[in-house]
């Protein structure tokens, strides 16, 4: 937090400790909803609902549905159900869903039913559907009409319908039988003639994601065609609701920060929102790292005995153990490189399974090119330091090949991970470090054993 930004909370901090309604207000006047959601979030309990209900009704509603969604539900939890409804009917069903999800049994239910029967109805539904699929993402206010109207009375339709729709850029056309058929875009249904019939000016090649699709690939299939809605069908292609560009944000916000704690071995958000308990905290840590170390302590002492076969030839040359901190440390990084590349990859949908082949052979290339530059540099520096070209062409020749080896195994290994139904996110780094720790050990010992003789 920057220092006007904490002078700011000091002082907004001061005003709602002592209800100062006016400067509250004219703090809030220059805020956006996200901001005041910050604020909130660093005042205690209290003064955060006392402020829940300062503020405006729409600006509430606004404010809640930037918090965190377990904060959210606590606090909607303290108000009274006059307010609960008036901020549950300012938001859309989709983010009202998302909100009571988060409360008691008891809640939900009472919640529920201070809203209107077919908001009702709407909410529950949504709220069957797992939160990690497009169901559980979508909203049902969206546009839709029939393809068999005209332009002029599509626009009647939009007009009293777009009001309580989360977006009107694409309107969505379906048949009798309440199947997607088609979409136009509000500019084109504006400029096109009125008497047109929406099936001619419709476009009919539209891309839908299935309910039960996991909310990762609905992410990536927005991000790639840069939508700012994408509609979602049942089996029987029947038009279910609409998921738009600013939930499949918080989708990629919320994959990337899991894969990220994957990665590091330790407990997502999630997790750490139910451990709420110090010790629970630690045997969640420990059950997510201790798989992944123990399979690099069995490589580290894997990569111990190689050394050990490997003494004889740095007892002859004591100068041959100056280069293998830095042979595994370059290995290690170039192979966390194409590893991440490659993690990224796969997590974004950009590897697909055509593209295999040609990803393995581009990292390999890389890692072929980076270690002939590589490989040459050290190696001079090896000959010049210890006065030994011999030592110097081992050394070269040995980064060649790790660095080789490292991207190439980069590569491999998350793809491999992936096609036996491992998260490469969660493994490939301990398999990486290890693989490459003793590949790399075995090319340096085998070719300082070859050439021991040149060494001496």
Do not use: C
Not at 19 to 45: G, H, V
Not at 195 to 221: H, K
Not at 251 to 262: F, G, L, P, Q, T
Not at 425 to 446: N, Q
């Amino acid at each position: 937090m920057h220092n006007e930004d904490k002078e700011l909370l000091k002082q907004f901090r001061t005003y709602v400790t002592k209800r100062n309604e006016q400067l509250i207000k004219e703090e809030l006047s220059l805020l956006q909803p996200a901001d005041i959601a910050e604020l909130i979030e660093e005042l205690e309990t209290a003064d955060q609902h006392w402020l829940i209900y300062f503020l405006e009704i729409k600006t509430a509603a606004l404010v809640i549905n930037e918090l965190d969604s377990v904060l959210g539900g606590q606090l909607l939890a303290g108000l009274n159900e006059k307010r609960v409804l008036e901020i549950l009917e300012e938001m859309s069903l989709d983010d009202a869903a998302d909100l009571l999800g988060e409360l008691s049994d008891g809640e939900q239910k009472r919640y529920i039913e201070l809203l209107e029967s077919q908001d009702q109805q709407d909410v529950r539904e949504l709220m069957q559907y797992p939160e990690d699929t497009a169901g559980g993402l979508m909203t049902y206010e969206y546009v839709a009409i029939r393809e068999d109207i005209t332009a002029a009375k599509a626009i009647d339709v939009l007009r009293e319908t777009a009001p309580d729709a989360e977006t009107v850029y694409y309107v969505y056309v379906i048949n009798v039988e309440n199947q997607l058929v088609g979409v136009i875009s509000l500019r084109e249904l504006i400029i096109a003639n009125p008497e047109s019939s929406i099936r001619d000016i419709m476009r009919r090649n539209v891309i839908s994601v299935p309910i039960d699709m996991d909310q990762e690939e609905v992410a990536r299939i927005v991000s790639k065609y840069n939508f700012l809605a994408v509609p979602v069908v049942d089996h029987e292609k029947s038009l279910q609701g609409i998921i738009t560009f600013d939930d499949v944000i918080d989708v990629i916000h919320e994959e990337a920060s899991e894969d990220i704690y994957r990665m590091a071995g330790a407990p997502g958000e999630e997790e750490e929102e139910e451990e709420e308990q110090f010790f629970l905290r630690i045997k969640a840590s420990l059950k997510a790292r201790l798989p992944w170390l123990f399979i690099t302590m069995f490589g580290g002492l894997l990569s111990g005995k190689i050394l050990s076969r490997f003494s004889g030839e740095i007892s002859a040359v004591v100068a041959i153990a100056f280069f293998i901190p830095l042979l595994t440390g370059m290995g290690g990084n170039v192979g966390t490189q194409s590893s991440t590349v490659t993690v990224r990859g796969i997590a974004t949908g950009q590897i697909r399974e055509e593209d295999i082949v040609r990803v393995i052979l581009r990292e390999a290339l890389t890692g072929l090119a980076m270690g002939m530059i590589l490989g040459i540099i050290v190696g001079g520096i090896a000959a010049w330091w210890q006065n030994k070209p011999m030592l110097g062409l081992v050394v070269g020749l040995a980064m060649l090949g790790n660095m080789f080896t490292a991207a190439t195994m980069g590569t491999l290994v998350p793809l491999f991970l992936r096609r036996i139904g491992i998260d490469p996110a969660v493994a490939s780094a301990p398999f990486i470090s290890t693989t490459i720790d003793i590949t790399g050990l075995v090319i340096y010992s085998v070719l300082a054993t070859l050439l021991i003789a040149y060494l001496i």
